[in-house]
């Protein structure tokens, strides 16, 4: 049975990009989904353009909000209104690929999974492939993960159904490796699909793009939410910045 999926979207300033990345959702061989996008006060025309395109298809839901509350709080919204069994998660300047959802959900109902992920493959803000296509790994448990952060959040799917309710926890950036690691510890590993089914845009002054934000934020995560001590966050810190460099130079 194809039961339904909840794609979550925060989106701001995101003009340039959410119609791209709306079509490829439309673009899904698997149709039984709805897609709520959070427009977080963007000052551009985002908002006009996500309105317009949802008069075209009632699966589209669009939330626009009055003040600005960050991405965090953003998905939390659109994740409260999700109807789904399966949420998945897809930023407003990255893409799927067309059969991404049927494979995956075909996955995690072969394997019985509650937590999935794919392979992606970073491109630039003009759409040009930049790097290598990032690996799944077969499986990620909680204490892998703490050193190899190589979930893409655009690939994900989660069985709320067998999860339980979840909400990310509301930080600035890092938010999506905090939920896993909650939803880990839950007793659920990630299981990797071996397939690229996304596009992950690499845009300019994003907290991504420059590596040592990124890195203080996987240490905050430690320490602030993670509560981890001194040495196990050293010790998993180095994990990570190991594995970092490796995933940009294959």
Request: positive net charge; proline residues 2%.
């Amino acid at each position: 049975m194809n039961k339904l999926v909840s794609i979550i979207t925060p989106s701001y300033n995101s003009s340039k990009f959410i119609e791209g990345c709306i079509d490829s959702v439309i673009s899904q061989t698997f149709q039984n989904w709805e897609m709520i996008i959070v427009d977080d006060c963007s000052n551009d025309n985002s908002r006009e353009i996500i309105s317009d395109l949802s008069t075209k298809d009632d699966r589209l839901k669009f939330i626009s909000l009055k003040k600005n509350i960050g991405a965090a709080a953003s998905r939390n919204i659109a994740i409260r209104e999700a109807k789904g069994k399966y949420i998945a998660f897809l930023d407003s300047d990255d893409i799927w690929i067309k059969d991404k959802l049927e494979k995956q959900i075909a996955f995690m109902n072969e394997k019985d999974i509650a937590f999935s992920f794919t392979c992606y493959q970073p491109i630039s803000e003009d759409g040009m492939e930049k790097y290598s296509v990032i690996k799944a790994p077969k499986k990620m448990t909680y204490h892998s993960y703490l050193k190899n952060t190589i979930i893409g959040c655009l690939t994900v799917i989660i069985d709320k159904e067998k999860t339980g309710d979840f909400e990310m926890p509301n930080i600035r950036s890092s938010h999506d490796m905090a939920l896993w690691l909650l939803i880990m510890k839950r007793g659920f590993s990630a299981y990797g699909l071996d397939e690229n089914l996304a596009y992950y845009r690499i845009v300019s002054n994003s907290n991504t793009s420059i590596k040592w934000k990124a890195a203080k934020e996987v240490w905050d995560v430690y320490r602030k939410v993670e509560k981890l001590n001194i040495i196990f966050s050293v010790y998993n810190f180095i994990g990570y910045a190991y594995n970092a460099i490796k995933k940009r130079m294959s």
